[in-house]
């Protein structure tokens, strides 16, 4: 069975979407064993993957039994690996973090909407798994459309919010194609390690230089990259905490994966950092975006509009560290998929308990939550503690390597903007402590405190989130085993 | 904004242009496009697969995997559809309107008050314009035809244009003709909203399911070939075979969905009487 | 270089041309028009303008459609391949038509959404409505 | 010398964090209380039975975990280390019973979350004193920074919250601002982190950057409140007095300049910084912040206030002693750690009991106080000599030992710093003892009858005032270790 691994990840989670679609029509309490089930299936085989390509190497399998580039392989290698085990696991503990909002949130709609999850993970999946150029753009638009379903689903100006995410996202994915057509035409392949093989000689071709940055450009889109952001704030904080709490920790970090994909399989870092002249002028793209998300969010008064904002620097901190051009820098980013995804999941998680509880997630709705949630607090401690990024919680590390990238690429300006936004989500987040701890608080010593009770959300919501945190540090403090085991083989030699 | 757009529009264009001038000229018969992988294809599909239509062995086996990706993409739109506009649990409006067919009087019942279903009463909405004789009896004439044809279309997809997909959305199309030129309510009769839902996924699943089988039967995800055990034929022919099946799948996926989104947005998913 | 060789060099390569003025058209759309549904049809020209590229590439001079002449009983004889199309744009193609349609359809879907909740489509009048609130 | 591996170290950072949930947990205060001393006391026990393997001069050592090649979080218990951790560990104890006596007496609110934090900061700094490396240090910084944060902003008005806002910016920007990107170019520069008696560098980097590094190390650490970043302090007084006793006058100021002498004597190394000559920058850095923060505590009417800038001069002491970099004055830098602990906690508990008792903040409303609450008054009095550094205290011996390194190092400048700033010290502290007890009938504002804080309060000062006087007769264990700590 071990060699089905790379089809298990994306088939379990495809049959069980079918299967939870019809369940809905019969019998609504099937949906969620079944899918709990799919999503433990795909967290169990994802791991037997990374343990397989740990030991053995790259795994390569041919759907249809077509070799490539005849057919479409799946391609697993340690970069893939790794995000696959991120991907399958945060979307195993948001759904059952999850559960008792969406009963609340849809009572009716609860099997459809439990299909479009898994559907969205099996393209999440499916994305991160694929070796074939095309078949990624396919499946990138089955992740879109689900998410748009999901994001809709929101709040009353949830729909507007998602069809402007609906034309970027389509604009995204249709340059992504386009590319990829450029690709094709020049090459006439379409599997990534083929094109690959094939590009080298034409690395002076004009038409593989438009199709590097017409894909690149796509992916930004799709990633929410600094200019070209306007749709995530809205489209995030309107959805329901469920779909949020899933898509903010999910789809940006694997857009990032798709960016790296491109620039270490596909174009070689020979073509992208030595042939190409962007290097400086992306990075200092991405300091733009790290310190205008920081501000943006300091102007929010509204916990997951900031928060969202939060997500648009961290994918500055990716994308630059990911066009540092160094091996530091690379590692940097590649960490931080996996580190960001847990912590975004980790905030995303508390704010799902606290609208579940207080119906609201703007600043005066958190006030005295410190006694009335303290274990959603506690994980919320440790969650904004990583975005801040202080030891020994995982933001600390990923971001150390960040900026060791910055100071041998001898680019401080990244240097200083991770250190700034640092400094801003240091404000940001104890403004929000002292909301939630010190207010209502009156004037004289605030002696005469209304105890509010303790009012903690269900234990199905708690649990997960509390796991959540503690893995943000075990994560931490194992930095360096993923770096030396994982990260280490996902980065080619060539790249120092 | 319109200078913006101009800008962009003009810069983006600009740049495309540059671009395709290293591209190979039209209809080139040595791009690297027609001279690397095609070849292959034209020349293989035959041996392999046993199917003339080289689009239809290319997209059913070679790249079954992203055609069944692509039918789930359509799953998908039909769902999103229904979650986005689906009115449910939605209680009756206190008036209701019922034409007898014959005499054309319009009765009104209060409180909800309903007239139990028969041939001489049709439910009809405020928005209820007279239907057009001619129309309603040419599609009734037409359709049984149409969806033969889209029948016909699948199942010869294999050596002529044609195959699950334009098959399904003409079937799609007869179901949905028939809701214009009557109306919802009598689309419905025909194609309820719970075998559409229920179908669908149907349709889909067969597609994942014939590739899950090949799966069981210990060779790579779809890989038609292994259906030779079950089939008792050659594998040429069992892929053959396998990609009639998949194409079967698509079919009543395509329809389905069609059908599915049709309904839902022509009546804002209120299933009333609808456009 | 001089007109001489500007013009031919231009025709042999009208269909990028072509792809590119309707990109461009349906990204103006997309970008320039108030109108929601103006900008999913700027949205689906956008697509369309992708298609017809793929498609384009698929052409070969002297060739036919990609149906093997001799239909099933042909298995024997062998099979040139300058004598058919490059298939392989025309599959894609099919699953690029049909996400543009799944698009289109979750687009109507949400453009409704938003008409039954404002009543208008014009983005500035949703947006000053929002803004009243 | 040799090293030994246990896991005692970690033991004595968990022991004050594990006992949180039980704080959380207990219903009951004097439960809660009971687990706080029952921490405090293990706490105590394991950091002792560690003293005599390090004055044979071994080292203990465990490692957590490798977090990246070459760093890992990792504690080692030197004689450096140990001095500070006996003290804090020690005066712990003592500020837990004060802390009961002066939060009962003023039946503060939410006395759970304060001595939990307190347990917190405690384990932050026992982690400080223990780290082998600079990130470890780090580390237990930070979280020394966030614990001590609720703290300050105990009292949750308007004021405590402004000021907790400053302590926070300070700490914190400072730590992130400076340290962390000084720690990644030390350990881009040199591939490790470890602190050791030559220091990481080779001394081949050139002199400019050293300077820079250096700088921002020094100033990084903005608990040592070297100036200018030394504004924190004062604004911290809004704290409950207990909580500026043992962090403001102990735990984290002392962590800091504790921080601060670790990167001058393990990161740079006395040896590099002599070569480099930079030692005199920090000299001249520290002994400007001593002559204008003891010039500011003169003008100060509130007392924990003057008290606060004259801990900002003693800071200075320390790590003008070390700056100094002749072995004499490190042992003076040293040992000023603990002989100004016990000194400055006894002002500070005797700043508190008399407001538990008086309610009285400012110097000028105390005149006479003396005969009011003569045991109190007589033990600011010993504090306040330990802090000038006259005999009979153990702040003497700092002094002297201080002295002399400036002779070593030959630096007038710095002899005639030290003294003038002596001189304010007892400018700025006797008027208050004078007042307190030689004053007129007319001028006392108090009826003449003894009425003391309540017992819980003043047992502790007498404690601490007796320590400094014991300081002076038995020093030898501190001036040994840093003896051992310099060698």
Known sequence: MSQQYPALLVIVPLLSAFAISIAGWVNKRLCFPIIVTALSVVVYASIGLLLTVLEKGVVIYHLGGWPPPVGIAYYVDHLNGLVLVVVASVALLNVIAAKKSIEQEFPDKAGPFYTLYILMVTGLLGIVVTGDAFNLYVLLEIAALTGYGLLAMGEERAPLSTLNYLYMGTIGACFYLLGVGYLYIVTGSLNMVDIARLLPPLYQSRAVLAAFIICMVGVWLKMAFFPLHAWLPNAYTHATSAASSLIAPLVTKVMVYVMIRLILTIFTPEFVFATLALKNVVVWLAVIAIVMGAILALAERNLKRMLTFIIVAEVGYMVGGAWLGNRAGMTGAILHIANDALMTLCVFLVVGNIVYKVKGYAFENLQGLFRKMPFTMGAFVVGAMSIIGVPPTCGFFSKWYLILGALQAGHYGFMAALIFSSLVSVVLFFRIFEICYYEPFSDHHGHDHPPEPMDEAPLTMVVPLLIVAVILILVGLYTVDIVNHIIKFAIPEGLV | ?275 | MNMAELIPALIAKYNYWIYITLMMIGLYAMIAKNNLVKKIVGMNIFQTAIILYYVSIGVKKGATIPISAGGHGAAHEAVHAADYLNPLPHVLMLTAIVVGVATLGVALALCLRIYNRYNTLEEDEILAQIRKK | METITSIKPLLAVLVSLLVTPMLVSSRNPNVREGWTFLAAFIKLAIVASMVPAILQGTEIVYTVAEVFPGVAIKFKVDAFGMLFALVSSTLWIVTTIYSIGYMRGLNEHSQTRYFCFFAIALSATIGVAFSANLLTLYLFYEMLSFATYPLVAHHQDQEARSSGRKYLLYIVGASIGLVLPAMMICYNLTGTLEFSKQGIFTGTEPHATMLVLLLMLVLGFAKAGIMPFHSWLPAAMVAPTPVSALLHAVAVVKVGAFSVLRVLTGVFGIDLLASLNLGTVICYIAAFTVITASLIALSQDGLKRRLAFSTIGQLSYIVLGVALLSPKGVIGGMTHIAMHAFGKITLFFCAGAIFVATGKKNISEMVGIGRRMPVTMVAFFIGSLSVIGLPPTGGFFSKWYLVQGTLQADQWPMLVVLLSSSLLNAAYFFPIVYKAFFCTQEEAMFEDRIEEAPLWCVVPLVITAAGSIALFFYPTLFLKLAELATR
């Not at chain 2, 791009?31 to 689009?55: G, Q, R, W």
């Not at chain 2, 086996?61 to 990706?69: A, E, P």
């Not at chain 2, 699950?164 to 003409?170: D, E, K, L, P």
């Not at chain 2, 559409?196 to 590739?211: E, F, K, M, S």
């Open chain 2, 1 to 275: 904004m319109k200078i913006i757009g101009l800008i962009i529009t003009i810069v983006t264009g600009a740049f495309l242009v540059y671009a395709a001038a290293d591209f190979p000229a039209w209809a080139d018969p040595n791009s690297p496009a027609s001279t690397y992988l095609s070849p292959y294809f034209i020349e293989n599909s035959m041996k392999d697969t046993s199917v003339p239509n080289f689009v239809t062995s290319l997209l059913a086996d070679y790249r079954g995997f992203d055609t069944m990706f692509e039918t789930t993409v359509i799953f998908t739109a039909g769902l999103v559809c229904f979650i986005l506009l689906r009115i449910s649990g939605r209680k009756e409006p206190e008036t209701s309107h019922y034409r007898h067919v014959l005499t054309g009087v319009t009765v009104t019942l209060k409180e909800g008050r309903k007239i139990p279903a028969s041939e001489d009463f049709e439910r009809i909405d405020d928005l209820w314009t007279p239907p057009d004789l001619i129309i309603k009896t040419g599609c009734r004439l037409m359709i049984p035809f149409i969806q033969l044809f889209g029948l016909y279309v699948i199942a010869h997809g294999h050596s002529s244009p044609g195959g699950g997909f334009q098959g399904g959305v003409i079937l799609g199309a007869s179901i949905i003709l028939l809701a214009i030129s009557h109306d919802l309510r009598t689309a419905l009769e025909r194609m309820r909203e719970k075998v559409v839902a229920i179908l669908c996924p149907v349709g889909v699943a067969i597609y994942a399911g014939t590739g899950t089988l090949c799966l069981l039967l210990g060779v790579n995800f779809l890989d038609y070939s292994a259906l030779a055990s079950v089939l008792h034929v050659d594998p040429i022919a069992a892929r053959s075979h396998g990609i009639f099946m998949v194409e079967i799948g698509v079919g009543i996926a395509v329809m389905t969905t069609m059908i599915w989104i049709y309904n839902n947005i022509s009546s804002a998913g209120k299933y009333n009487q609808g456009l």
